[in-house]
């Protein structure tokens, strides 16, 4: 597990451009995707400790790269944080059920973002 390293996992360049200055603002290293199956080979690649994914991504969603991320041991205990701007209650529940420890609408706060990224990565890796 890389243990500084965050994948954005986001097909609008703005967004994506958001996250990563908002991370790399309080030191995590970034790493972004524009789509689905770019993503998946980077995460089994690079390990990182977190994953902020999109719900609706071309080529493989953000439902089937938290699968995907789930079911791999490599990096099953990667933090995953679900973004979306479906922010009714049974999209969040199906965000949940794929993977995703959060599930956060869009339009996002990025200061709560980083926040609820740095409290999923201390539960899920207590010696970070």
Known sequence: ???NLILIAEDDADIRDMLTFALEGVGYRTVAAKDGNTAARIL????????????????????ELCRLA????????????????????????????????????????PRRLVGELQELITNRHPSL
């Open 1 to 3: 597990m890389n243990q």
């Open 44 to 63: 089994t690649v690079a390990k990182p400790v977190g994953l902020i994914t999109d719900v609706r991504m071309p080529a493989l969603n953000g439902m």
């Open 70 to 109: 789930r079911g791999n041991p490599d990096v099953r205990d990667t933090a995953i944080l679900m973004i979306s701007a479906n922010a009714h209650a049974y999209d969040v529940d199906a965000g949940l059920g794929a993977g995703a420890d959060r599930y956060l609408p869009k339009p996002l706060s």
